[in-house]
């Protein structure tokens, strides 16, 4: 049974971080319909695969880039200000780890846990 902590770091890494890399992935690969990914699409066609390549670690770098700012920050205003709160079942997310976005990191982090098997492939 996960934890509370687990389960926002969970959906975190699932919804935010492994949701932005497939779908570069799917960009890449010409996967999607939608006129609004046909644009990118056509965009991307005209990269070879080292650019192709290149561009998925881009959007990985700064999507984990961001969430662990995010994570710094929300754990920053929910600690001194109180303005913002997240809850898992009722309790402060903040009160289930002593530093939100150190949680990402190691081997047994929110990355290694929850990052799609390209991010294990990494480690």
């Known amino acids: 049974m996960e ?3 687990e389960i926002f770091g969970k959906f975190l890494i699932e919804n935010l971080r492994n949701t932005a890399v497939s779908g570069a992935k799917g960009l890449v690969d ?3 319909q939608s006129p609004g990914h046909k644009e990118y699409q056509r965009l991307i066609a005209t990269f070879d695969s080292k ?3 290149i561009l998925v670690r881009i959007v990985e770098y700064c999507t984990e880039g961001a969430i662990n700012d995010f994570l710094y920050h929300l754990d920053e205003k929910m600690r001194k200000g109180g303005e913002i709160q997240v ?3 009722g309790v402060p997310i903040t009160e289930l780890s ?4 150190k949680e ?3 081997e047994g982090g929110w990355w290694a846990t929850y990052g799609n098997d ?3 492939k990494k480690q």
């Open 98 to 101: 002593p530093a939100l976005y």
């Open 87 to 89: 809850l898992v079942k």
């Open 30 to 32: 010409n996967a999607f």
């Open 118 to 120: 390209e991010y294990k």
């Open 51 to 53: 650019q192709k390549e």
């Open 3 to 5: 934890s509370d902590k």
């Open 104 to 106: 990402l990191w190691g």
